[in-house]
């Protein structure tokens, strides 16, 4: 018997095969759940289509996260489909590109910090507040990516590291609030991982290297290892966990070798 098993999750924000939403999917299907996909826009549909019919899924629903009435739209849909929701997957983030390079606050906007914070994290509790109804009376968890840059100064990350110790507040805030009802809120903080959101970043490669060097793991994070935790954190064996950061990233964080 699987850890999710009659559970239903929604993912938000798988992009491509290489998305650490894709990989956690594969794993809460493994454990016996039953998925939703969104997807962002329909440059992104029929892939996400296709996502969806890997994992015995029908349901995939568009949803921008910019857009209020695309995220009540999803849970009119979900509804259709089912009488209630058990697992919440946020993994998205978006700052203007020209914001992830150079020096921070040379580089910062408010437009860009506005867009950073709207996307990466008040997303998540706006998703969270629209999936509140269909939520109640199970034993519910939500779960949202985060990036060591949340807690440290990091190259090149800027705003975004900004925006992820946001989203990091926001996920204890969000604990507290739904944590009476039973709902639990975690985030996974994952290592560096080559996936489009990681794509044409300055100095990626070189930072993948670092970690191989000094991680305790002497290696990189993979999106199934990020999916197994994430199947831990959302189902019934992680009942009394809630408000944490979990760090899967080969230990990288706990060592302060260079
Ligand atoms: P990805 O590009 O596969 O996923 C990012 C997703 O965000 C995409 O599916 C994209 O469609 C979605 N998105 C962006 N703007 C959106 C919007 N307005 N509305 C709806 N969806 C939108 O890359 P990924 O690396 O899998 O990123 C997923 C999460 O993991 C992000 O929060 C990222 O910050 C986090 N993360 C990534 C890494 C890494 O090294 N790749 C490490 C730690 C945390
Ligand atoms: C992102 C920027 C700078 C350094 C980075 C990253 N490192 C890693 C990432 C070292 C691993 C990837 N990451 C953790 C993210 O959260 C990425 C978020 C992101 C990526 C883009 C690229 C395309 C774009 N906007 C983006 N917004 C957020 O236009």
């Known amino acids: 018997m699987g850890l999710l098993e009659n559970k239903n999750a929604l993912i938000v924000g798988v992009a491509s095969n290489r998305s650490i939403a894709w990989g956690i999917a594969q794993a809460m299907r493994r454990e016996g759940a039953q998925l939703a996909f969104t997807y962002q826009n329909e440059r992104l549909r029929e892939r996400v289509e296709n996502f969806a019919r890997e994992t015995d899924s029908e349901i995939t629903v568009p949803c921008d ?25 946020h993994s998205v983030a978006h700052a203007p590109k020209e914001q992830l390079e150079g020096e921070y606050l040379e580089n910062v906007t408010r437009a860009g910090f506005l867009m950073a914070h709207e996307i990466s994290s008040y997303s998540f509790s706006a998703l969270a507040d629209a999936a509140r109804p269909m939520m109640q009376g199970r034993h519910g ?17 800027n705003v975004m590291g900004v925006a992820k110790a946001s989203l990091e507040a926001n996920m204890r805030y969000m604990a507290a609030s739904l944590g009476p009802e039973g709902i639990r809120v975690n985030a996974i903080s994952a290592g560096p991982i080559r996936t489009l959101a990681a794509s044409g970043i300055k100095g990626l490669r070189d930072f993948l290297a670092h ?14 290892e990020v999916g197994n935790v994430a199947a831990f954190l959302c189902s019934d064996y992680a009942s009394a966990v809630t408000g944490e950061v979990t760090y899967v990233d080969c230990g990288y964080n706990s060592v302060g070798a260079i």
């Open 141 to 157: 968890a939500m779960l949202t990516l985060s990036y060591i840059g949340a807690v440290r100064a990091m190259p090149n990350y």
């Open 211 to 224: 970690v191989e060097k000094v991680s305790p793991l002497r290696r990189n994070v993979t999106i199934e």
């Open 65 to 89: 996260v910019a857009s209020d009435e695309q995220i009540l739209a999803v849970f009119e849909h979900l509804d259709d489909y089912w009488d209630h929701l058990d697992i919440l997957v």
